[in-house]
Structure formats: structure tokens, C-alpha cells
DNA sequence: CCCTAAGCGAGACGGTACGTCACGTCTTCCT
DNA sequence: AGGAAGACGTGACGTACCGTCTCGCTTAGGG
């Protein structure tokens, strides 16, 4: 079946190291402070091994990070109450984007992808897209139950919740609470609507 | 009165020449592509001149960015229709947003702002706060108005907003029709909520 | 008798390929263009069978310029005539340096003994030291048939012999006809002395 | 007069230090045993400094030697009798060449040379090239002088001279008086011939 | 006829050096 | 003083090579 598998295997050690190594370097210094020297270093591993493994930086970060939350499953929990969903799943995210670890690795995933092109479109695709698709999906079962407007742009408002995210957290630095509640604002908001 | 204006002027010439070249680098290499060496060169400038106007590349690149747009006014229009001004804020924006070159642009502003954090700050400072300063105040007038309810959390929709924006911007490329769509989606969800 | 000859004996066709390899890569790149890798890929063959039969490039080096030539064999001719011997075992060697590919060989020789004391000692036992004793060898016949004075200093003579080709070889570009000329000066110099 | 005067001038302390430093290193552990990084240490300058100055290894090491032999002349002496200033000229060299370091750094100059046809062109200008002319030269006024046959080779001649030593300094490691004694033969040998 | 030792191709791996690029500071001369 | 030119220390970049290693497969001789 695998056709090609010859050669001494690559490392599973390694590879853990390298995005171990990788992710410390990220939280303790930032996108800038990495460098594939430091992270070689601090993975007890030769420069190339890194290379031979990442093209670039970019990447490397991109599936350090990944690895770090991805689970696969973006999911929306479904109890049959869209709007307690989505408080829940927002809430949820404002718990992990209250620490600074976490902060400084989705920062430094925007980093990559506004740097490269192709680390951004590697990025939607992995990551940005599945969760949007996510939002979306849990937004038309709304639908279906009736308790979202079924002429309701739900791709917009999708746009405007994981925006709205990402923009707190590129932009300010917040206490969990403060971001929970501002979350709550842009659910109700969104929900509700704020015209007379 | 000024209080030192000893020795030979700063040339005005010089400080546009370098700002004109530092966009062009943007707009055909991205941040990566800029170089304090390749802007002093392409603006036909030392070095040192480059460093005696800017510390470092990120203020000199949010300098040249934001010198393209900002009049230094980001004020909404007010015509009396919130709505109706909010709409026309956000088609101009779908509108510049749609050339290649602004978005280059923009994304080179992210860049610099994801990977250092006083960098951030500083571009929060100059341009992002400005801008949600400026969205707020117009709904705040819109709420006076009588055309916002009065218990809207402005904040909340303004990075609900701005951060639809934001994120598409980042995320995807598309062409001028479809951003500017999506853009009336988010306005017509927000105002009018999605909820039944 | 062979102690132990188990296992898979060693191929002698790769033996020849991996020399052929390494001549090949010498004449076009010259000794820095050699390296275990390129020798192995050309020769078709994994880098550690290379490693298996020499341990570091130097000798290497060494043998396939060695097998080139040696015969193994470097005794001179002996005619009963001492002085066209020399003639003779000069001009084949001043036909052999003319061609640029043997140049090339001789001064990836030179530059392997030149970088390291132990390729030195090595080379010298395998080549340079046979050459030599073969050219005194010679002498001291021509001593014993009455050609050569009783007096003379074999041995200095030698290195005036082997040193003048050495440095002629080194030195300069020449073409086959210019070496031979040179060299016969060689001979008629030291046969005659160069003294009123 | 000097048409582009612009800039930082170099630092001489700088070239001293760099060429200081790869002395020591090719004493110290052979052409081989020398990198730039570990010259640009050493010299306690940054690598690309170095390369600023010298585009590699070879040339570099070139200068370095040369800039501890060559006071410019290589006039050999002339005191009237050409076999005593030969014999001085030789045993000059013979002491010169006895010590460890001095053959360390002659080594190197054979191994730059031996590594690129262009390095060898260089060395052998300024170097090689002029101690031939300067023994030629030698020779030729000990044939006005009616000291040396005018039917001599004198190219010839100093071949085998200069072969002779630099077969004896790259072959062997011998000491001073052993060197001293052979070189002395070389002399007798080609002054009076060997032949009966 | 299997068993075991070695050869062999392939390629990962830790190192070291390479030569280049970029950053921000500095020194020099010129205006 | 401003400015052009360019040297300089620092450090990252991505590549090449060295010599070792770990795989799976092949090729022999020995039980």
C-alpha cells in the first residue's frame, strides 16, 4: 500500500520537540522572536532536520499552533437552543483567549498568514474555514428550528461573529471578563438587532 | 519660537520619497518584502536619513499605509440616516478594499501589528481606535436620533462591525461585488437582528 | 583461511563505480567539487557503501587517481643508458601531464596532501615515496654502470628530478611540447651541471 | 585624485586582525582546520566583515601568509659569486623552512593554490612567479660573470631549484639541518653535474 | 532449507561551515 | 546641523557537506 518506505522514518520525538520547541519560542518571545535556529536549539535537533521537515517559518507556527487546539472537531454543541449555543460557544473562546499563551499563538497565526499568501489560504483552510463553516451550520439548524429568521444572512452573520473575535483579540488586550461580556454584546446585538 | 532650528532643514522631498517608496516595496513584496536598505535605495536616500525620521521599520510602514488614506478624518458621514450613513461608510470601504494595492496594503498593516505587540499599540493609537471611535460616535447619534435603541451596546456592534471587515479582509480575497454584499448583510443583520 | 567471510561479499562493481565517480567529479570540479554525496548519487550507489570502503574523501581521492596510473608498478626502464632512461621516463610523464584531465587528477593530489598531514603521509607511501625510490633506484644504477659520478648525491638529485616536474605541474599551464623541452633542460642541466 | 573617497574608510586595525587571526589558525590547525566564522571570532570582527574583504577562504589565507614573507623583494644576494649567494639564498630558506610554523603556512599557500586555478594564478604572480624570475636573474649575471656556462637552461635550472624545495617542504618533515644538507646537494648536483 | 551475517539503497539525523541578507549604529566627508 | 556613502557588529537565513544512524531488502555461506 504505502509505496515508498524506504529509508530510516522520520522521528515522531523529533517532530514533537520541534513544534514543543516551537511554541514556547512563540509564546515567550512572539512570531518575531522565533527563528529556525532557536527552535532547532531549544528542540535539541540540527537546523536542517527542521528544514527538512518546514519549508519556512510560517508553516511550522501554523501547525505548531494547530496542534495546539485542534482537536478536528469545530463543532458547535447542539442542545436544541441556538442562541445558549452560541453564548456557550462564545464563551467558551473568550476562557481560551484570556490567556496570555493563548493570545500570543493566535496572534501569531495571524502573523504567518498576513505575511504569506499562501500560509493565509493554508490557514482558512484548516482552521478559519471549518470554524466558519461550523457557525454557519449551527446557525441554519437555528433556522430550521425557528429560532433564527430563516431571511437571515447567516454567512454575514457569521462574518460578524468570528470578526468580531478576532478583532478583540488582535486588537486589545483584555481580562476575561471584559471579553466575555463584550461577547455577550455582540450575541445580543447580532440577535436582537439594534435599530428601533 | 521653534525652539531649536539650527543647522539644515529636513527636506520634505526626502520624507515623501521615502514614504512613496516604502508603499511601492508593500504593494509588490508585502511586509516581508520591505527593507529599511530597499526603501533608503529606492527613495535614492541613505540609510541613516530612513532611520533619523523612524526607529524601525513597523511606525515607518503604518506611516506610509496610513498616509495614503487617512486624511486624518475618520469621521462617518451624518446625514441624519444612521443607517443610511453607516451603508455608505462601509460601500467605501468594500470599494478600496477591493484593489489589489489596498489590500496589500492593509495586510501589511496586520503583519507589522501581529508581530509586535508596541507596534500594535501603536497602529491601535493611529488608526484601528480612530476608526471605532468614529463608528461609535455615529451610532451614539443615531441613538439619540431615535433610530438606535437605546440599549444597544454600541461597543459590542462596532467591533461587530469593524471586525466583519477586518476578517474578510484577512481571510479571503473577492471581488468588489461580493464584499460589498456581504458588507449590506452584516449592516441589514446587525440592525435588524437575526433572531425571530 | 579467511578468517571470516560470511555475509554478503562486496560488490566489485560498485568498487569500480564509485572511483569512476570520483575521477569523473575531479577532472570537472576539481577536488573541492568532490564530495561523498555527489560521488555516491553519480556512481548509483547509498553514501554509506562509499563509507564502507573509505573513510574520508582523502583517500578516496587518493585511489582513484592511483588506480588512474599505478599500475603499481613505477620502476623506470633500463636500458644500460641512464640518461635516455630519465629521457624517457620524462617525456611519458610530460605526455601524461599535458592532457588536462591528468593535471586536474595530479593537483586534487596535491591539494589533498596540502590540507591534511595524514593524506600527506598516506599519499607519500603510495605514491610520491615509490616514484622516488624508483628514480634513485635508477640512479644508482647509472652509478654502478659507470654513468653516473660515484660522488654525487642520489637523493638530492632526485628531489631536483621529481620537484622540477612537481613545480612545473603546479605552477603553471603548459602545453605538452613546452614540458618536454623544459624537462629535457632538466636533465641536461643537472647531467652536465650548469657550473663553468 | 581619488575619485570615490566616500563613506566609512575600512579599518586598517581590522585587516590586522583578521589577517592576525588566520595565521593563528592555520599554524594552529592547517588550511582546513581554518573558517571564516572561526577567523571573524578570532579577529573579533563580524563574518561579514571578512567577506567584505575577501570573497572566500583561498584568498584570503593568500594574503595572509604572503603578508608575513613578502617584504616585496626577493632579490637574492649578489656578492659576486654565484654558487656562495645560491648556497646563502638556499640555507636562508632551508631556516625559514625548518620551522613548524612557517612550513604550516607554506602548506596553506599549496592548498589555495591546489583548490582553484585562480587562486593558483594569484599566488604564483605574487609569489612564485617573482622568486623564479629573482633566482633566474641570479643565474644570469653569474653567466656574465662567466661563472655559470652560457649554454646553461637557466629556466631549467631554476626549476629544479625551486621543484627541489617545494617537493622537499610539502613531501617531508625533516629538520633544519637535514633540509640544510639536501639542499646543499641539490647545489652541488646541479652546479657540477652528475654525470661522469 | 532455513538461518545468520554482511552488503546495499534510501534517507533521516546532529553538526559545522558556507555565503547572503537585514537591522540599526557608527564614522567620514560634503553641503 | 542634514545628508550621502558605506563600514561595522549582530544574528537569521537557507543550503551543502560530513559522517553516523536506522530502516527494509538482497545475497551469500553455514548449519
Given at each position: 500500500m504505502s509505496q515508498s518506505r524506504r529509508g530510516r522514518p522520520r522521528s515522531a520525538a523529533v517532530h514533537e520537540a520541534i513544534l514543543n520547541a516551537t511554541r514556547t519560542l512563540l509564546v515567550d518571545a512572539g512570531y518575531r522572536g522565533v527563528s529556525m535556529d532557536k527552535v532547532a536549539a531549544l528542540a535539541g535537533v540540527a537546523v536542517q532536520t527542521v528544514y527538512r521537515r518546514w519549508p519556512s517559518k510560517a508553516p511550522l507556527v501554523v501547525e505548531a499552533v494547530m496542534q495546539a487546539y485542534a482537536s478536528g472537531d469545530f463543532t458547535l454543541p447542539d442542545t436544541g437552543d441556538a442562541i445558549a449555543d452560541l453564548t456557550t460557544w462564545m464563551r467558551e473562546y473568550a476562557e481560551i483567549g484570556s490567556t496570555a499563551e493563548s493570545v500570543a499563538l493566535i496572534r501569531s497565526l495571524a502573523a504567518a498568514a498576513a505575511e504569506d499568501l499562501t500560509d493565509r489560504d493554508t490557514l482558512y483552510e484548516q482552521l478559519t474555514g471549518r470554524v466558519h463553516d461550523a457557525v454557519c451550520h449551527r446557525l441554519r439548524v437555528g433556522v430550521s428550528a425557528g429560532q433564527?429568521?430563516?431571511?437571515?444572512d447567516v454567512e454575514a452573520a457569521t462574518d460578524a461573529l468570528i470578526g468580531a473575535m478576532l478583532y478583540r483579540t488582535l486588537s486589545v488586550t483584555a481580562s476575561a471578563q471584559e471579553t466575555e461580556e463584550r461577547y455577550r454584546g455582540v450575541i445580543d446585538a447580532l440577535l436582537q438587532g439594534i435599530s428601533t
Open positions: 433564527i429568521r430563516d431571511d437571515a
